[in-house]
Every structure is written in C-alpha cells, then in structure tokens.
C-alpha cells in the first residue's frame, strides 16, 4: 500500500474539520476526492503535505508503511509526495531557476546523489519547462509574481515535473482555470501518469475528471468520506449534487 | 551621482552627513549595513531647487547584540522636488535597530512628491525593531505618503518552499532574499552575492 489513512480526525484553530477519513491508495491509482465547499478537501491535503498549523487529533497516516505524520514538509516532499497548491504562493525576487535548483538539488542529496552540473540543471528545466509549454523567459521571473490563474498552476505542473513525485495531490488545480488552460494543465498531468504513480484530484466539478480520468472517486461531505465509488459516481453528483448524499 | 555606501567594521564608509541637491540634480543612494555593525549615522538630503530628485534606499542586516541607528532627514526646500525612502531592516538575535525618516515639506515647495517606506523582519523574539517616520509638511499641494510595517517570516511562503523538498534553513534564506530583493538589485553584482552568502 503506497497511501494508508486510518481514522483521521484533525483540527485548525481548534475546529474539527476532519471526522474520521479512511482512505487506501495503490500504486498506480488516480483517486478523485470530490465535495461541496467546506467539506474539508484542502484540509486533507494540507494534512497529507504537513502544513503547519493543522493538527492531527486521532488517527494515522502510513506512506509506504512509515508514520508519515511524523515526517517534515520537506521529508515528505522527498519522499515523493507533491502538493499542487490551490492558491500558489509569490515570491518576489527568488526566481523560478533559484527555486527549482533549490528543490532538486536538496531531493538530490536527500538521494544519497550529488548535486546536478549547472549546464545538467539548465537542461532538465528547458526540457519540463517545454513539456509543459512554459515560456523560457518564466525561468527568470520570480516565483508566481504577477502570473495569471493558468500561469501559476500551469508553474506547479512544471514543478511536479522536475520533481517527479510517486504521489501527486491535485488541490482544486481546475479553480480559476478556462478550458485551454485546463487542458494544458490535464495533458501535463496525464503524460506523467504511470503504474508506478498515484494522483489525488481534489475537485469540486466533474469538469477536469474529463481529462484526468479517476479509477476510484470520493465524496468528501462534512469531515467524513461518504461514499466511494467508481467514476459513474461522477455523473451521479452532477446530476443529482451533492445534496442528495448523506452519511 | 549613484552611490553605494556600505558601513561595515573596521572600514571607513564615506557616507555623507549632508548633501545638497540643486535644480535637476539626481541622487541615487544605497545603503548597507552589514551584521555585525553597531553604529549611529545621520544623513541630511537637502532638494534646493526644482526637478532635484533624490532615490534612497537602505539595508540594516543585524544580528548578535548590533546596535544600529540610522536617522535620514529629507527636506523639500524647493516645489517641483521628488524624493524616495526605501528601508529594509533584517533584525536577529537580540540586535536593536532603530530608524528614524523625517520628510519635510517647506513653505511653498508645491508639487513636492514624497514617498517613504520602511519594512523590518523581526527572526528571533529578542531583536527589536523601532520605526518612525514623520512628515512636516508647510505647503498644501504636495504628494506625500509613508508606510512601516514590522513582521516575522510569511509562513505560507516556508510552506511552500519546504512542500518542495527545500530545507528549511534554505527556505529561510530564499525568504530573506526575497524581502530585501528590492534593495539588493541596486547593489553591484559581487556585494549582492556576498550578501545573499551572509544570510
């Protein structure tokens, strides 16, 4: 089992927002976890990528068998878990190649490999950079500063590509997104799907679940998974809502 | 002129205490004080006559027991003037840091455009940072504006950097680069990496 959540209560500020969430991923497995706002989505993956100030009241969270919740972001983040963020943060004057060599090269050590060569690093980023048909010139810019919507999550694409993760978590990368952007966003996502790696799609619309096809679809409705299905589950909830399901 | 004024131990700095700015003259100043600096200055900027425009900006970098105090009086005695203060002041351990900007508008200086900035992180729970700007202004058609802030490191930003597999003393770095970046892309090339280094 790559991914094992057992009884996962949490709370932010002092409020329960996770009630119990069980969940299993295989490796290979793309899992949808979908539900209406409020229900504790970007909770569960701020849990999954240990955020600070979130905290675990009961439960356990295994990756590969080990205590995750013990491990530090940036453990975590080695391990080969990535957190596409909802809402990804500027940082003014660190440019994208800062950041990138930053990140690889700390996952590099963490590896037991050293560091790349700067003409190795220059490559590997011109080569995900146009992967995901980021403009050359983005490498110099700083981290997010003055992006757009797409741009900013087309950049955390581009990021989960250098880094190559076993795990990716998708938080709601379809907000704020048109169609063209959306695709180009699923078409990234989908030429890094494999046997060996896993996806959480965090959603609340069916809309990217058309491009990045889930073999298992959740709903998430008030801290708890209510019900788990496969993707026809999809077509109930945007024909029915999410109305109709209760606990 | 464009001139960058480093105080650091042990080496004389040149900073001025008074400078004059006539009609058209241009000022380009930068200031840096390194860590482990404890020091007091005083600069004066006088704008004497129309179009003088004076573009200043600052950098305290403290730690240990650094005391460092920096008090820069901008005084519009001419309209038709244009002055800027940016002031970015890094404060760790239990290093003291006090600034003090006085933008002073004459009687009469019409069209005077000031702005004044100062932002201080504060990384350790013993450093203190004091700011205090003032503005005195005798003329009634005049653009002025300042602004303080002191803070801690944005946590949404270590957040991210460490989801990436940075550690997080890197993190911290890159998080420093980034609130000083303003200052240090006036800087030569080789005292900019040194001083992305000393973080």
Not at chain 1, 16 to 38: C, F, S, T, W
Not at chain 1, 175 to 197: C, H, M, Q, T, Y
Not at chain 1, 206 to 214: M, S
Not at chain 2, 151 to 175: C, K
């Amino acid at each position: 089992m790559l991914l094992e959540i057992k009884g996962l209560h949490a709370s932010v500020a002092g409020k329960e927002i996770l009630k119990g969430i069980d969940l299993q991923i295989r490796r290979g497995e793309v899992h949808a976890v979908m539900g209406p706002n409020g229900a504790g989505k970007s909770t569960l993956s701020a849990v999954l990528a240990g955020k600070p100030g979130y905290e675990v009241t009961a439960g356990s969270v295994l990756w590969c068998g080990a205590d995750l919740l013990k491990m530090t972001p940036e453990e975590r983040s080695w391990a080969g878990i990535f957190l596409s963020f909802q809402y990804p943060v500027e940082i003014p004057g660190v440019s994208i190649t800062a950041f990138m060599k930053a990140a690889v090269n700390a996952h590099r050590k963490a590896a037991g490999l050293p560091e790349l060569k700067p003409a190795e690093f220059l490559k590997l980023l011109r080569e995900k950079m146009a992967f995901v048909g980021m403009k050359p010139e983005f490498a110099s810019r700083s981290v997010n500063e003055g992006f757009s919507g797409g741009e900013k999550k087309r950049n955390e694409i581009f990021q989960m590509a250098m880094l190559n993760p076993v795990l990716s978590i998708l938080d709601e990368t379809d907000s704020g997104l048109d169609v063209d952007a959306l695709k180009i966003v699923a078409e990234g996502v989908n030429s890094l799907r494999s046997p060996e790696k896993s996806a959480i799609v965090i959603t609340h619309y069916k809309r990217l679940l058309d491009y990045i096809v889930p073999d298992v679809v959740h709903i998430l409705k008030d801290g708890r998974i209510i019900r788990t299905g496969d993707r026809s589950l999809v077509e109930e909830i945007e024909e029915y809502g999410y109305e109709k399901f209760n606990g | 002129m464009d001139k960058v004024f480093v105080i650091r131990n042990g080496a004389a700095d040149g900073l001025p205490s008074r400078i004059v700015l006539e009609a058209g003259e241009k000022l380009k100043l930068t200031l840096v004080v390194m860590p482990g600096v404890s020091c007091e200055r005083s600069v004066r900027v006088e704008l004497n006559g129309p179009g003088a425009e004076a573009d200043i900006a600052g950098l305290c970098l403290c730690e240990g027991k650094d005391r460092v105090s920096l008090e820069l009086n901008l005084e519009h005695n001419s309209g038709g003037c244009t002055s800027r203060q940016l002031f970015k002041s890094l404060a760790d351990d239990a290093a003291k840091v006090s600034f003090s900007g006085l933008v002073k508008v004459a009687a009469g200086a019409q069209k005077t455009k000031a702005l004044q900035e100062s932002h201080a992180l504060l990384l350790s729970p013993d450093a203190s940072v004091q700011s205090q700007p003032q503005l005195e202004i005798y003329a009634d058609d005049v653009e002025c504006s300042h602004g303080a802030t002191t803070g801690y490191l944005n946590p949404d930003e270590q957040f991210y950097l460490r989801s990436r597999g940075v550690p997080e003393a890197e993190a911290r770095r890159l998080q420093l680069i980034s609130f000083i970046s303003p200052v240090l892309q006036r800087l030569p090339e080789d005292l900019a990496a040194e001083l992305s280094e000393a973080l």
